[in-house]
């Protein structure tokens, strides 16, 4: 599953979210693949300190994807040191789940601001060093729930549905003038890391009871499908949802 290859070919890339979970296999992934860079973001970078110095195509960036002087901090650097941005994978993400009655306008408003409006900042700060070259590909990780809703997540299925007409558009937008931007989504079912493991144990199982191919994804079985949407072996692909659940969603 780890076989270095070629796919990333020198490419320069952004992962959101990037200390652990999803964020980490994606960015290790990338850099495996090949990769000249990968700007490894993350609002806490504490957990990569035991992973991140075994890449040398990696660097690692404390940041706030809501925060715009971070993003156009960002946004410089990379001009500086490469001219250009080939891959965006916007992957940070929170859950602050309620019933709906007792769901508190801090919890709507945190979940919408991280997990959508900080989508729609990093790509507006990307999105320039991807005109420059009239190429790249944005790969933003949604959810089922986005699609489907889950029970005590309406901010989160909100966000997440948000993501992918978000996407949907873009795909439309960063065209203009013959770019070749795309814009894709992932949509992870339920997938093992620390996000899932914060669900209490009789729900997890009744949630894998629900998955047809009988467990929880792997971190890894999603930087499977970025490093599809990423890498030029989907270059006639976008506007599209990959769902990687298990067959849970069908
Ligand atoms: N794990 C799952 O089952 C699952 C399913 C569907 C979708 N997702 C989505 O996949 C993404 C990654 O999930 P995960 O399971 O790896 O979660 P995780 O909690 O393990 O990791 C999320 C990372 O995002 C970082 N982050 C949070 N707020 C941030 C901010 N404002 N700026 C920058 N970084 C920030 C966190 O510090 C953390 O390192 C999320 O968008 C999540 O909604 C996960």
Known sequence: MNTPNHDMNEKICVVTGAARGLGRAI???LARAGAARVYACDINMAPAEDWI?????ITAITLDVCDPAALSGLNSRIMD???????????????????LEKMTESDWDRVLDV????????TR?????????????IVSISSV???????????YAASKGGIIAMTRGWAK???YGGAQIRANCIAPGFINTEMTQAVPAKVLEKM?????LGALGEAQDIAEGVLFLASDRSRYITGQVLKIDGGLVL
Do not use: W
């Open 173 to 175: 937008e960063f065209v």
């Open 208 to 212: 894998t009871a629900r998955i047809p």
């Open 125 to 137: 700060a990307m999105l320039p060093l991807m005109k420059l070259q009239a190429k790249g590909s």
């Open 115 to 122: 997990n959508l409006k900080g989508v729609f900042m990093m």
């Open 145 to 155: 729930v986005g699609t489907d809703g889950n029970i005590g997540q309406s901010n």
């Open 81 to 99: 040191e490469h001219g250009r941005v080939d891959v965006l994978v916007n992957n940070a993400g929170i859950t602050r789940d309620a019933l």
């Open 27 to 29: 960015s290790e992934t």
């Open 53 to 57: 110095d075994g890449y040398h195509n």
